[in-house]
């Protein structure tokens, strides 16, 4: 006796033909690292802020007895930033947001944010190539490298702290280099490079030198170019405002914009006070 096998494909109009996920994996973007080492000057009613730099008055003289004392001249410089906004909207409609299967406001104003946030480390990445005094890798970066880059800045009598803020690809060079050298120092104190970074950026510390690694460092004539540099010292920052998320609904368009803004501006304090450390793209 013949039978009839219903299937999907009989029931095409009432089965469903997929099951999206309200979870939404996000989406891949470069580590955000840190402000601590950023020197950052006072808001005031301006969108320029200095940052004064004292001249080297030399060293003391040597006199004869109830000789005069002469008088130095003292000497300043300073270096500017200008405080810029920034920003990124997305715009949800009342449509979309309706038959969406997640919180959509939520996840649009998650992204708006991350995209501020990106731009801050963009424009903070493309410093790290900009040092005068540069230490160059013959091929990959190794260990040996970095703490070259430490030297030059001791040899001119920069005082640390000092950071280190690199590329993935120069930290997983570092990684390696540890990972395989005789030296004692590859195990025990270091023994956490061969871990994987979180969203943070940090990377771990080596011989004192904290590390920050993002992909966003700057890649020129097949060099990438991170860098050493003291901390609080070498960079600067002016910000008016920090990363604000607003919302404002156009009813004609019959959608809500979210709106996140940021206001600031990067400056090179003291050039001598970092290190362009590159190496091999």
Avoid: H
Wanted: net charge negative.
């Amino acid at each position: 006796m013949a039978t009839t096998s219903n299937t999907a494909a009989s029931l095409a109009d009432t089965v469903w033909t997929e099951v999206i996920q309200a979870d939404v994996l996000q989406e891949l973007r470069p580590a955000m690292t840190s402000r601590e080492f950023i020197r950052f000057a006072t808001p005031g009613p301006s969108n320029v802020a200095s940052f004064p730099i004292w001249g080297d008055a030399g060293a003391g003289a040597s006199f004869t007895d109830a000789a005069e004392v002469t008088s130095t001249e003292l000497s300043d410089t300073q270096v500017s930033a200008t405080a810029a906004e920034v920003g990124f909207r997305v715009d949800v409609t009342d449509l979309l947001k309706t038959i969406y299967p997640g919180d959509l406001i939520s996840e649009s104003a998650r992204i708006a944010a991350a995209g501020v946030a990106e731009k801050w480390e963009t424009d903070l990445s493309a410093l790290m190539d900009d040092f005068t005094n540069i230490t160059t890798a013959a091929s990959t970066l190794s260990s040996i490298d970095l703490l070259a880059a430490v030297s030059a800045l001791e040899q001119r009598d920069i005082p640390g702290p000092y950071v280190g803020y690199l590329d993935p690809k120069q930290t997983g060079e570092l990684r390696a280099d540890i990972a395989t050298t005789t030296s004692s120092y590859a195990i025990g104190r270091d023994g956490e490079k061969v871990a994987p970074f979180g969203t943070s950026g940090f990377f771990g510390t080596y011989m004192g030198v904290p590390i920050f690694q993002t992909s966003l460092v700057v890649t020129t004539t097949s060099l990438v170019g991170g860098a050493v540099f003291a901390s609080k010292q070498a960079i600067g920052c002016y910000e008016l405002w920090g990363p604000r998320i607003e919302t404002q609904r156009d009813a004609s368009y019959r959608l809500l914009e979210i709106i996140a803004t940021q206001c600031y501006g990067f400056c090179e304090i003291a050039d001598t006070r970092g290190q362009t450390v590159k190496s091999a793209a």
